[in-house]
């Protein structure tokens, strides 16, 4: 049974969207240990 790849982009394209900023600020604020 193939994985459908079409949704899940559409809605991991949309979640970047939203919330990519916050996520690399978050990833390197924790790992390298100052805000971007």
């Known amino acids: ?3 459908p790849f079409g949704p ?3 809605i991991a394209g949309w979640f ?3 919330w990519g ?3 690399i600020d978050w ?3 924790t790992w390298v240990g ?3």
């Open 1 to 3: 049974m193939a994985f």
């Open 8 to 10: 899940y982009l559409a």
């Open 16 to 18: 970047a969207l939203l």
């Open 21 to 23: 900023d916050k996520v």
């Open 27 to 29: 990833y390197f604020t």
């Open 34 to 36: 100052q805000p971007l």
